[in-house]
Nanobody, 121 residues
Framework: QVQLVESGGGLVQAGGSLTLSCAAT????????MAWYRQAPGKQRELVAT???????NYIDSVKGRFIISRNDAKNTVNLQMDSLKPEDTAVYYC???????????????WGQGTQVTVSS
């Protein structure tokens, strides 16, 4: 069994910072790409940032220069450091990882349960 557990969400004023963390647990053989998504009320889930197992990162334009995604492969974790937060960043944030379990041939996508980020103006 593999689980992704997120933490670090909360309420912050505009201009503030938060760091989200996501830990993958279980019988993990390897982790490929990892990512953070978000879903605001009444909107579709959108991809925010990705990081490959080689460390290459990508961001949507609206968070470039403000968010940083990072990973620690020794701990099977992925973080999202969010600075200069804006009210439009308010959403439930989900981590996602492509994980190959021990004893399995192929990797599959796993999701965390989501953590709420609320930015007040």
């Amino acid at each position: 069994q593999v689980q992704l557990v997120e933490s670090g969400g909360g309420l912050v004023q505009a201009g503030g910072s938060l760091t989200l963390s996501c830990a993958a647990t279980g019988t993990i053989y390897s982790i490929n790409g990892m990512a953070w998504y978000r879903q605001a009320p009444g909107k579709q889930r959108e991809l925010v940032a990705t990081i490959t197992n080689g460390g290459t990162t990508n961001y949507i334009d609206s968070v470039k220069g403000r968010f940083i995604i990072s990973r620690n492969d020794a701990k099977n974790t992925v973080n999202l450091q969010m600075d200069s937060l804006k009210p439009e960043d308010t959403a439930v944030y989900y981590c996602n990882a492509e994980i190959k379990r021990a004893g399995y041939v192929t990797a599959r996508s796993y999701w965390g349960q989501g953590t709420q980020v609320t930015v007040s103006s």
